[in-house]
T-cell receptor
Framework: GAGVSQTPSNKVTEKGKYVELRCDPISGHTALYWYRQSLGQGPEFLIY????????DSGLPNDRFFAVRPEGSVSTLKIQRTERGDSAVYLC????????????FGPGTRLTVL | GNSVTQMEGPVTLSEEAFLTINCTYTATGYPSLFWYVQYPGEGLQLLLKATKADDKGSNKGFEATYRKETTSFHLEKGSVQVSDSAVYFC???????????FGSGTRLLVRP
C-alpha cells in the first residue's frame, strides 16, 4: 500500500513569506508526527497528533509554527514570517496508534528560505 | 535531558567487512531504543529496535543489543554490502512520551 507522502518535495521561499507543508499519512493511521532535520543532524520532534487533536506540541520552536489535522488524516504544517534559520527538511511520520507502534516516515519536504 | 550520541562519519568500508556503529544514550529511566536507516533519496525506515535491557534487535543481518550497564546500543553487521550504503540513525523513546529522540546520524559508504 501507499506510504506516507509529503508535498511539495522542495519549497523555496523568501524571508518573511508564509508556507504550508502537507502530509498524507498511511490510510488508517491515527497518530501523526512532524519532525525537522537540519543539515548534518538527526530529526528533531516538533508535534504529534492523535486523531484531530495535537497531543504534544512541545517541539514547535515558536509561535510562527502551527500545525492542523482537521479531519484526522491529512496534516498541514504552517510557518509564518519565515526566517533563514527555518531552512531544513521537514519530515512527517504516522503510526497505527501511539503506544509502541512503529513510526513510518515520509520522504520529507526540503524548505529553503532565501 | 534525554539524548543520543553516535560516532561521527563517514564510515568507509570495503564490501564484506565487519561493521560497528557506536551509539550511547543518556536517559532518566529506561527507554526503548531504535536504529533507523535512510537510503539515498528515500525516507527514514525502521531497521531494528529493542525495548528492554539485554534485548537484541535484528534485521537484514544487522544486530544491536540493549546494554543498560554501558547505556549503549551499538549497531553491527558481519559482512556489509554495497547496498548497505546509507545514513544510520540511533534513537530512543521514553515510555512517558511518544516522540523519538535521534542522534546526529552516521553515514556508511561501502565500496565494491
Amino acid at each position: 500500500g501507499a506510504g506516507v507522502s509529503q508535498t511539495p518535495s522542495n519549497k523555496v521561499t523568501e524571508k518573511g513569506k508564509y508556507v504550508e507543508l502537507r502530509c498524507d499519512p498511511i490510510s488508517g493511521h491515527t497518530a501523526l508526527y512532524w519532525y525537522r532535520q537540519s543539515l548534518g543532524q538527526g530529526p528533531e520532534f516538533l508535534i504529534y497528533f492523535q486523531g484531530t487533536g495535537a497531543a504534544d506540541d512541545s517541539g514547535l520552536p515558536n509561535d510562527r509554527f502551527f500545525a492542523v489535522r482537521p479531519e484526522g488524516s491529512v496534516s498541514t504544517l504552517k510557518i509564518q514570517r519565515t526566517e533563514r534559520g527555518d531552512s531544513a527538511v521537514y519530515l512527517c511520520a504516522s503510526s497505527q496508534g501511539l503506544d509502541g507502534d512503529t513510526q513510518y516516515f515520509g520522504p520529507g519536504t526540503r524548505l529553503t528560505v532565501l | 535531558g534525554n539524548s543520543v550520541t553516535q560516532m561521527e562519519g563517514p564510515v568507509t568500508l570495503s564490501e564484506e567487512a565487519f561493521l560497528t556503529i557506536n551509539c550511547t544514550y543518556t536517559a532518566t529511566g529506561y527507554p526503548s531504543l531504535f536504529w533507523y536507516v535512510q537510503y539515498p533519496g528515500e525516507g527514514l525506515q525502521l531497521l531494528l529496535k529493542a525495548t528492554k535491557a539485554d534485548d537484541k534487535g535484528s534485521n537484514k543481518g544487522f544486530e544491536a543489543t540493549y546494554r543498560k550497564e554501558t547505556t549503549s546500543f551499538h549497531l553491527e553487521k558481519g559482512s556489509v554490502q554495497v547496498s548497505d550504503s546509507a545514513v544510520y540513525f540511533c534513537a530512543l523513546r521514553m515510555d512517558s512520551s511518544y516522540k523519538l529522540i535521534f542522534g546526529s546520524g552516521t553515514r556508511l559508504l561501502v565500496r565494491p
